[in-house]
């Protein structure tokens, strides 16, 4: 049942191009629509929405910020994340007007169910975004967006996670389409871009001996911190999360652009640090910022370790490792960038000899509050 693998999770990792495939398969009609699973909203409603939240915990909570940069530029709708158990009880703002976007791999996770009741009792729309059929989340949810990475047995979830990057984009390219106009013919384009996305993945599953070795050399490693900025953010933040759940390793990720306002007193000589480099092609000149920010620590010491796209010359000079992804559109590539983040964790586990599949304290499934 691991297909071969050591450990469940190892297994997982390498399911990924299908996890990522399965959720884009079906979803669109004879007439190259894309299409919800099952929608008790109407389309006049979903015109009609004017702010998105979306409700999570953990890995699916990091899906969700992914989520935000990708439809708030695709759909032009405000999108907020707020972790499910904070929601609940913050007052939220919320109407009719608002879709409420739960993230679960299980269905069944307390803080999100309890999160999803309180907005649907405050009258907002509410759909989930689930990877187990018929669960209770996506039962009290009027709609219900698939993720079809198949079970996920290890605790830590790592293709429910591509899956629901996935399900996110199909969701925003959807109201994107809903609005139709430019919207729609960008959102046609980026829907090509992303059907690419399995194959790239796959590719990238197949040259990542390096991180492997550059984990096992680091089993006695106390802390290691993790940069990103724009959608390689919350992929900084998911390889930190990673890195405690498996590795039992302090670990934090951070926005690069916090980095000299407190973050870069931590820097001192031999500080690992791995660094979510954007494309050269992201607007707004980010790939070169971030190229500072690595040139920065590593002046202070910092051993710098570069997760980079094919091609990228610029990061080589600053940097201690490149681990390459291959090109994508920006804000597709965190299906890219957080495998080798989830290959090194897997690795440094192994290493220490822990228990990949079932770390300590933890539980797949948290459905108490
Ligand atoms: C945690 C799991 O307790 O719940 C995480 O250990 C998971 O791996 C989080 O991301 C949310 O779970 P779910 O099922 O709601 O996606």
Known sequence: EKGGFDTFMEKEIFDQPDAVRDTLLGRTDSEGRLALDEIRISEDELKNIDRITIVACGTAAYAGMVAKYALEHWTRIPVEVALAHEFRYCDPIVSERTLVVSISQSGETMDTLMAVKHARDLGANTLSICNTHGATIPRESDAVLYTH?????????????????TACYVLGLYLAQLRGGTYADDAKKVMAELQ???????????HLDRVREIARFMADTRSVLFLGRNVGYPIAMEGALKLKELAYIHAEGFAAGELKHGPIALIDAGQPVFIVVPGPDTPHGLHGKVVSNIQEIRARGARTLVIAEEGDEAVVPFADEVIRIPKSAPLLAPLLAIVPLQVFSLELSTAKGLDVDQPRNLAKSVTVE
């Not at 690419?196 to 197949?206: F, R, S, V, Y």
């Open 149 to 165: 990475a198949g079970p996920e047995i290890a605790v830590a979830s790592t293709k429910a996670f591509l899956a629901q990057i």
């Open 196 to 206: 690419e996305m399995p194959a790239k993945i796959d590719e990238l599953l197949g």
